[in-house]
C-alpha cells in the first residue's frame, strides 16, 4: 500500500472524483447470499474510500448510492436500502465530523421517506461548517431527471423577468444544475466490470477520464482507488486540443 502512495503524485491529484458503486448484489449473490448482504457490506467500502480520499486531500467525493430508475426494484430491496442509508447516516455524523467532512445530497430528495429525508436534513445541518473533503450522496439521483429540472427552472426565472433568455450560456446553466457548487469531476470510477453511465452526471463528465474495474463495489479497497488515481495520472487530457499544444502549454 505504501508502494502504491508513492506513486501517486500529489501535485496532480483530481480535485473531484465520481464513483457508480456498482456490484454489491452480485458480489452477494456469488457468495448465496441475500442481495442486502452486499449493500451492507458496500457501506464498508464507503468508509474506506472516503477516508482514503480525506487522507489523500481529494476536494469533493460523489458517491452514486441510489438512482431514479432504482426505486424500480423489489419493494423489500428498496425498503432494505433505505433502512441501511438511514442507520449508515446515524451512526456516521460523528465521524464526519471528527474527519472535517461535509455532506451534500444531490437528487429528488422529496421522492425520499419522510424518516430519510429528516436524517439527511440533520446531517447535512450538522456538517455545514466542515471545511475538509466534500462527500456528496447521489441519492434519487438522475442525471435527465436534474437537466430536466434545470431547463423548467431557467424557463420559470425567464418567464418571471429574472433571467434574459439571450444571456443563457453554460455559466448561467450550471448554476441551475444540482452540483452548482462543485466543480466537475476529473476522474469517474465505475465498479462491477459494466461499461456505462446509467444516467449519472451526464453534463458534468463531458471531459472526465473514465475508470472501470471488474472488482464489485463490496471488495474495493484504497489501493483500488490508488490505482485509479495512478492511471488518471498517465492520461492526457487534450479538451480538443492536440497532444503538442498540450505538451507546449506545459512547457
Ligand atoms: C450498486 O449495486 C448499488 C445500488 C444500485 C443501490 P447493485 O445493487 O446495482 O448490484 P448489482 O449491479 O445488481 O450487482
Ligand atoms: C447505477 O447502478 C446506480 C448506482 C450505482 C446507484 P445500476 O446497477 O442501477 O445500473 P444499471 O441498471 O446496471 O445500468
Ligand atoms: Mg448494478
Known amino acids: 500500500m505504501e508502494e502504491l502512495l508513492k506513486k501517486i503524485n500529489k501535485q496532480k491529484l483530481p480535485k473531484h472524483i465520481a464513483i457508480i458503486m456498482d456490484g454489491n448484489g452480485r458480489w452477494a449473490q456469488d457468495k448465496g447470499e441475500d442481495r442486502l448482504y452486499g449493500h451492507f457490506h458496500g457501506v464498508e467500502s464507503v468508509r474506506r474510500i472516503v477516508e482514503a480520499s480525506a487522507e489523500l486531500g481529494i476536494q469533493y467525493l460523489t458517491l452514486y448510492a441510489f438512482s431514479t430508475e432504482n426505486w424500480d426494484r423489489p419493494q423489500q430491496e428498496v425498503d432494505g436500502l433505505m433502512a441501511l442509508l438511514v442507520d449508515t447516516i446515524h451512526k456516521e455524523i460523528d465521524d464526519?465530523?471528527?474527519?472535517?467532512?461535509?455532506?451534500?445530497?444531490?437528487?429528488?430528495?422529496?421522492?425520499?421517506p419522510h424518516f430519510a429525508q429528516s436524517e439527511l436534513k440533520e446531517a447535512i445541518a450538522s456538517t455545514k461548517n466542515n471545511t475538509g473533503l466534500n462527500l456528496i450522496m447521489a441519492l434519487s439521483y438522475s442525471s435527465r431527471w436534474e437537466i430536466v429540472n434545470a431547463v423548467k427552472n431557467i424557463a420559470l426565472d425567464v418567464k418571471a423577468g429574472k433571467v434574459d433568455a439571450q444571456s443563457i450560456n453554460q455559466e448561467v446553466f450550471q448554476q441551475y444544475l444540482s452540483t452548482k457548487n462543485f466543480p466537475d469531476p476529473e476522474l469517474m470510477i465505475r465498479t462491477s466490470g459494466e461499461y456505462r453511465i446509467s444516467n449519472f452526471l451526464l453534463y458534468q463528465l463531458a471531459y472526465s477520464e473514465f475508470y472501470f474495474t471488474n472488482t464489485c463495489w463490496p471488495d474495493f479497497k484504497k489501493e483500488d482507488l490508488y490505482n485509479a488515481i495512478i492511471d488518471y495520472q498517465t492520461r492526457e487530457r487534450r479538451f480538443g486540443k492536440t497532444g503538442k499544444q498540450i505538451q507546449e502549454a506545459i512547457q
Open 96 to 112: 464526519l465530523n471528527k474527519n472535517n467532512i461535509k455532506l451534500h445530497i444531490i437528487g429528488d430528495m422529496q421522492m425520499l
